[in-house]
């Protein structure tokens, strides 16, 4: 992979589009380049089995049939299009909607919207100290006018994997909805029963080693009808989102979304969490004033090492290390809003703490000696900055 003398530690920002899926969607911009719903020719219906094909492949990779599955262009849209569309609809008897206080900021958004503007009662989960959902609260909260629980598989900023067959057990006993947004999910865990437990699940082609501008959310069969569309117009994809489906990006999340579920996965992401450990090793034995945020037990995303570096600016840090390498500070989406990481916030870290930490996340074409370089980057760039701070004391 080509970054250009960079070494790139960002993998839960997006990641590279693997050349497979590189090389599966290339056809369908060059020759089978047809409009799916273009019914009077053969082009189009050459187009639209495409996008069949790549509805069955996503849906297998999450356990769901392919007409559960809508494609939409992002996991931003699915999760607004979960939230939104299933709020616009609910009966009378079920306007409260309970969501984890570490969902993306695009859940957050919605269920805010919801609750400002839509006469929602939105309720915010806490979380403990590792970003685990706290249950007694959630099991406190529970009752028959909750209409929808959010609850991410896979924490975009610490890696934290919740247990999403006991938040299922919980809900269905009370008849509210279960909304899982998985983007982060197909790098982190095998997710192949997860509609067994979700009634709804988000999902992005560009965290998962696919293209940027296409995500899926499934839908239960039988909740399609209590969705209200986000988009209206032509009434593609039954009515549920309307405009042209982007073929070629679907074959791509299709081809990404089976990488992820073919053999080798579970090996990749063993080999994933090594490097990451090797890293978290080096920088601790480097005599750097560090911690890691977020969960210290195996229920992490295998590519996630979020470090706060004691008395430091993490943004300072970055800049120093630019161009040779690239990581993160909190979430990449909410990057450029100056205000610390309600992620952080919600684990308990203070304002300071929040902005002194850097998520690195490591993936599919991370090399040892990349994990190697890049700690010890990251080593020279706190000491250099360490003598600077001294040296302006003095
Ligand atoms: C957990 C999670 N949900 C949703 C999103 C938004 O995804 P997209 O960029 O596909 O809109 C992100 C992106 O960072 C994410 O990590």
């Given at each position: 992979m080509d970054n250009q003398g960079t070494i790139y530690a960002d993998y839960q920002a997006t990641t590279p589009v693997d050349p497979r899926v590189l090389a599966k969607m290339v056809p369908f911009w060059r020759n089978s380049f047809g409009n799916p719903h273009s019914s009077d020719h053969a082009i189009g219906w050459q187009a639209d089995k495409a996008v069949q094909a790549a509805s069955a492949s996503v849906a297998e990779s999450i356990g769901a049939d392919p007409d559960e599955v809508i494609f939409t262009s992002g996991a931003t849209e699915a999760n607004n299009l979960a939230l939104l569309g299933l709020a616009r609809r609910a009966p009378a008897t079920r306007r409260r909607i309970l969501v984890s206080a570490t969902e993306h900021k695009c859940v957050l958004g919605a269920a805010r919207a919801l609750s400002e503007r839509e006469g929602f009662a939105v309720e915010v989960i806490s979380v403990d100290r590792?970003?685990?959902?706290?249950?007694?609260?959630?099991?406190?909260?529970?009752?028959?006018?909750?209409?929808?629980?959010?609850?991410?598989?896979?924490?975009?900023?610490?890696?934290?994997?919740?247990?999403?067959?006991?938040?299922?057990?919980?809900?269905?006993?009370?008849?509210?909805?279960?909304?899982?947004?998985?983007?982060?999910?197909?790098?982190?865990?095998?997710?192949?029963?997860?509609?067994?437990?979700?009634?709804?699940?988000?999902?992005?082609?560009?965290?998962?080693?696919?293209?940027?501008?296409?995500?899926?959310?499934?839908?239960?069969?039988?909740?399609?009808?209590?969705?209200?569309?986000?988009?209206?117009?032509?009434?593609?994809?039954?009515?549920?989102?309307?405009?042209?489906?982007?073929?070629?990006?679907?074959?791509?999340?299709?081809?990404?979304?089976?990488?992820?579920?073919?053999?080798?996965?579970?090996?990749?992401?063993?080999?994933?969490?090594?490097?990451?450990?090797?890293?978290?090793?080096?920088?601790?034995?480097?005599?750097?004033?560090?911690?890691?945020?977020?969960?210290?037990?195996?229920?992490?995303h295998p590519g996630n090492a979020n470090i706060c570096f004691h008395g430091c600016d993490a943004g300072d840090i970055l800049g120093v290390l630019q161009p040779r390498l690239a990581a993160s500070t909190g979430a990449a989406c909410a990057s450029g809003i100056p205000e610390p990481s309600h992620v952080l916030c919600a684990l308990g870290l203070t304002a300071a703490q929040s902005d002194a930490s850097i998520r690195f996340s490591f993936g599919r074409f991370t090399s040892h000696e990349d994990v190697k370089n890049a700690a010890h980057l990251v080593e020279s760039a706190v000491a250099s900055l360490s003598s600077e701070a001294t040296s302006r004391s003095v």
């Open positions: 590792e970003g685990f959902l706290d249950f007694e609260e959630l099991e406190k909260r529970l009752d028959g006018d909750v209409l929808l629980v959010s609850v991410m598989a896979v924490n975009n900023e610490i890696g934290t994997i919740q247990d999403i067959p006991r938040i299922a057990k919980l809900l269905t006993a009370h008849g509210a909805l279960y909304h899982c947004d998985a983007a982060q999910a197909p790098c982190a865990l095998d997710v192949s029963d997860l509609a067994m437990h979700a009634d709804l699940i988000s999902l992005s082609g560009h965290k998962m080693y696919g293209p940027q501008g296409i995500g899926t959310l499934y839908i239960r069969r039988d909740l399609k009808e209590t969705m209200e569309p986000l988009l209206y117009g032509g009434g593609q994809q039954e009515g549920l989102r309307s405009g042209t489906v982007p073929m070629p990006l679907c074959v791509g999340m299709a081809k990404a979304a089976e990488i992820t579920r073919d053999s080798e996965a579970e090996k990749e992401r063993k080999r994933v969490a090594q490097q990451r450990d090797m890293f978290v090793s080096l920088l601790k034995n480097g005599n750097l004033p560090v911690s890691v945020n977020g969960p210290t037990s195996q229920s992490r």
